[in-house]
């Protein structure tokens, strides 16, 4: 592993998305170039229909680039198939979703289970638990979504980001569907367990206050970065 490696969990290098379209090939990304380090919490900013949303879902490997390189803990996720993604995904990285993304036929504690279980963990009921009751939400163990609340949903999406002890989460909008109250506790409790775990914290979202509480920020204009309030951007003219 090099020494740039070694400092940095988010490698990415010339990082560029094309999609294909009746009139041609339409670009989402291109040329974007940044690193972040282990621990730090990283905000993604700009307009709707930027970029944002198809950068975190490439930093996750839930979507592949058209050109570039991304290396995640060291690992070139570029490189990987389906399979191997999920796996890396599975084993290094949680993802909280703007719209929660519970399974609605699980209860609370199950939905926060299931990674825990797919991944074969044999204390995924008492992991679960003990992240429900730190995220206020012992007492709905055996609710099912539909009878949450949706600052309560994504309390849940959050313990389940969570239980695989992640190295990254990345977060989509967390706090964007729920009222005012909700959006600071969900955003306080993403901080609070980001530091307690030295999990790397990577969201988007809209909110320049959320924005301004992490470490630095990402702008996105036009599939471009064009700041980075860590480092000097070296790819937009």
């Known amino acids: 592993m090099s020494a740039l490696s070694q400092l940095n969990i988010i490698q990415v290098k010339g990082l560029s998305k094309t999609v294909n379209t009746l009139e041609g090939d339409l670009p ?14 990283v905000a993604v900013v700009g307009a709707s229909g930027s970029g944002k949303s198809t950068l975190l879902s490439l ?10 390189s991304i290396y995640l803990d060291g690992e ?8 191997a993604r999920a796996a890396l995904r599975a084993a290094k990285v949680g993802f909280v979703f703007q719209s929660f993304m519970l399974v609605q036929s699980l209860t609370a504690l199950e939905n926060v289970m299931l990674p825990a279980e797919l991944a074969g963990k044999s204390n995924a009921k008492q992991q679960a638990l003990e992240l429900l009751e730190k995220v206020g939400l012992s007492h709905r163990v055996a609710h099912y979504p ?9 309390r849940v999406a959050i313990a389940r980001a969570f239980i695989g ?5 990345f977060a989509d909008e967390p706090s964007a569907n729920l009222d005012s109250k909700n959006g600071k506790l969900i955003e306080s409790l993403l901080f ?18 959320l924005a301004a509480k992490c470490q630095y920020v990402l702008q996105i204009e036009a599939g471009q970065l064009v700041k980075n309030t860590n480092e000097a951007v070296a790819n937009v003219g």
Do not use: M, R
């Open 146 to 154: 539909s009878q949450l609340s949706g600052g309560e949903q994504q």
């Open 28 to 41: 989402i990304l291109s040329d974007i170039t940044f690193n972040v380090k282990y621990g730090d919490s």
């Open 59 to 68: 930093l996750a490997g839930l979507d592949q680039s058209t050109h570039g």
């Open 192 to 209: 609070e367990l980001n530091q307690l775990h030295g999990t790397t914290l990577v969201l988007v979202t809209h909110d320049e206050a």
């Open 165 to 169: 002890t992640p190295k990254i989460l």
């Open 76 to 83: 070139p996720l570029h490189e990987l198939g389906e399979e």
